[in-house]
């Protein structure tokens, strides 16, 4: 099993910065994808950005050159610094860790709110 800790959300007035943390532990997977979610009331999740292990990074057509994310392998850590936050950010934020060991496994981390306001 993989356990994902997640940090850094909060409130934040539009315009501000937060950065969100994720370190997952356990039985972790040399070969791994590491991505944030979110999802707003009534709303689906969506993919906010993604990075591989060989640091392939893919950003959802929100994001616009505002949220940047990270990856530290040897701590197992991955991070998404988010810049210029607007109202319409507001969401739950899921960390997101998929590895391969023969087949592909998925795990969620319980999630951090993001709150940001006029």
């Known amino acids: 099993q993989v356990q994902l800790d997640e940090s850094g959300g909060g409130s934040v007035q539009a315009g501000g910065s937060l950065r969100l943390a994720c370190v997952a532990s356990?039985?972790?997977?040399?070969?791994?994808?590491m991505a944030w979610y979110r999802q707003a009331p009534g709303q689906q999740r969506e993919l906010v950005a993604s990075i591989s292990s060989s640091s392939r990074i893919v950003y959802g057509d929100f994001v616009k050159g505002r949220f940047t994310i990270s990856r530290d392998n040897a701590k197992n850590a991955v991070y998404l610094q988010m810049n210029s936050l607007r109202p319409e950010d507001t969401a739950v934020y899921y960390c997101?860790?998929?590895?391969?060991?023969?087949?592909?496994?998925?795990?969620w981390g319980q999630g951090t709110q993001v709150t940001v306001s006029l």
């Open positions: 356990g039985r972790v997977f040399s070969i791994n994808d």
């Open positions: 997101n860790y998929r590895g391969v060991r023969g087949s592909w496994s998925d795990y």
